[in-house]
């Protein structure tokens, strides 16, 4: 690490949160050293101008900090096959993003003494410039060893998130709620605007969008302790 706390950033994977979190990290004064490509260049090169295109060996062999933000089942093998290919540095940072791992599946990376950190900013990413405001007002998981859980929590608030701290043997029901609350959410959504848009009525989510929205407002008051609500007339 630098002495002023900036970090060279590389970034594998380049699908919806990689180039997010990535713009992220280099608003908070980092620098980044390279992304791999991905199935949108354009998109990420709007998110992130000038940053090189690398493959994911010298976007290691760049960088202090490494973001692996991969589809889950590609995590293992890319974790391990760089292991394999001599790519990881002593010392160097190896952060992830998915919610169902902590940081059990950067033990090869950590074998070769990186230093494994989990962190999943909890919010929808679209993958676009949004993305940035709604992390500035969201939650992220944290999983670190203990020597280094302020680094990760660090990482995290500079991503704009509020770090929760989240045990490795929690990160399977973590990512449940996670998944539960989203895909519920979006299902529930779909079969609503599929009836009135059955009926006749036209932009049925612009319809539902406040409905919706005050909903969750009241159901998300209502499970937090802190947050009084009227009562139901």
Known sequence: MRRDG???VGIIGAGRVGPVVGAALAGAGHALTGITSGSDDERVEAILPGVPVLDALEVVRRSELVVIAVPHAELPGLVA???????WQVGQLVLHTD??????VLQPAAERGAIPLAVHPAIAFTGTSI???????SYAAVTAPAAV???AQA??????????VVAEQDRAAYAEAIATASEFSRQIVHQATGILRGIGVENPGGYL????RSTVDHALAEASPTV??????
């Open 81 to 87: 096959g760089l292991a394999e290919l001599g790519a």
């Open 209 to 212: 969008s406040a409905l919706v």
């Open 99 to 104: 919610a169902a791992y902590g940081i059990d």
């Open 131 to 137: 993305d940035l405001r709604q992390l500035a007002a």
């Open 6 to 8: 900036r970090l060279g």
């Open 149 to 151: 859980l302020p680094i």
């Open 155 to 164: 990482l995290a608030v500079e991503l704009g998130c509020e770090p929760i």
């Open 228 to 233: 009084i609500l009227p009562p139901e007339e």
